[in-house]
């Protein structure tokens, strides 16, 4: 009776571990990644097509933390890089979703939308591409404009870290 539940733990045991290694499951963008020896990155200031000024300083700056805490790659100047990698803020929305009366909102989404791609500087080819990598979070809504303002920015701070992540995860997924 032991030896045959044995048996039938280490075949569940097994068949599990084949299923989650055959799940399929990739990170989205596209391209190869970095190629083996690459190791020093430019991350130039990310352009903002929004009509939010200073998107692009908590984009970047989150992007540089993300590579410098995160991987062996060096962030360093355009100068001495060995790839290049780039993005353009391209949308920004702030959608009410939750309202206290018909015309209050107490609680906003916001949405920001980039296009990121690493260049080699060697031959000019995408190494890794998101044109439409989105992410959201939402943030309360005060009557004290100061407040609103500050969840809002923290939002935004917020936004800029969790893209960063996924930009450098996405990025190194091939290793």
Wanted: charged share 25%.
């Amino acid at each position: 009776m032991i030896r045959s539940l044995r048996t039938a733990f280490v075949a569940v045991s097994a068949l599990g571990v084949l299923i989650l290694a055959g799940c399929g499951y990739q990170f989205s963008g596209t391209g190869p990644g970095p190629k083996p020896g690459l190791d020093r990155l430019a991350i130039p200031m990310f352009e903002n097509l929004t009509g939010q000024p200073g998107l692009e300083s908590y984009f970047t700056t989150a992007l540089r933390r993300e590579f410098n805490a995160r991987s062996r790659m060096k962030v360093v100047p355009k100068s001495e890089a060995q790839m290049i990698l780039q993005g353009r803020i391209t949308r920004l929305t702030a959608l009410d979703v939750a309202h206290r009366t018909a015309d209050e909102t107490i609680e906003s989404r916001l949405t920001v939308t980039l296009d990121v791609r690493c260049t080699s500087v060697a031959d000019g080819s995408i190494l890794w591409q998101d044109s439409s990598l989105s992410y959201f979070q939402e943030y309360l809504q005060n009557d004290a404009s100061n407040t609103s303002s500050e969840d809002r920015r923290r939002a935004l701070e917020y936004v800029a870290r969790e893209v960063a992540m996924r930009i450098h995860d996405r990025f190194l997924s091939g290793f």
